[in-house]
C-alpha cells in the first residue's frame, strides 16, 4: 500500500545497490515540498538505502500513486529541515526524536 494515494505518507524509494548493481525498493515516510521530498533518517545516514541513494546521486520515488525520479541527495540536521516540514509534523518529528533527513530534488518537475 505504500506509494498510493492511500497511504500518501508512505512511499517506495528505489535505488540501486553500490555494490551489487541490484535495484531496490525499500518502504519509506516521505514528505512533499515544492521541489522534492524530505525523508526522515530514523536510523542515520549509515542506512543502506540512505547510503546507496548517496552513491548513485539519486533514485525514484513513488509518492502518491506517482513515480518520479529525484537526485541531489543531502542530509539535513533537524533544524535546517525544519523549514521543509509542516508544523506538526515538525512538533512529531521532534518529540520522535528524529535528527537527520535526506532532501532530495524532483528531476521531473
Do not use: K
Not at 20 to 26: I, L
Not at 47 to 69: C, M, S, V
Amino acid at each position: 500500500m505504500a506509494g498510493t494515494r492511500l497511504f500518501p505518507l508512505w512511499s517506495i524509494l528505489r535505488h540501486t545497490g553500490r555494490t551489487s548493481g541490484t535495484v531496490y525498493a525499500t518502504p519509506v515516510v516521505a514528505l512533499s515540498n515544492a521541489d522534492g521530498f524530505v525523508i526522515p533518517l530514523p536510523f542515520g545516514d549509515a542506512t543502506q538505502w540512505a547510503r546507496n541513494l548517496f552513491a548513485a546521486g539519486g533514485g525514484t520515488i513513488r509518492f502518491a500513486g506517482r513515480e518520479h525520479p529525484i537526485g541531489q541527495p543531502q542530509v539535513l540536521e533537524r533544524d535546517e529541515a525544519g523549514r521543509y516540514l509542516p508544523g506538526p509534523i515538525r512538533f512529531l518529528c521532534d518529540r520522535l526524536g528524529l535528527r537527520q533527513f535526506v532532501l532530495v530534488q524532483r528531476l521531473d518537475a
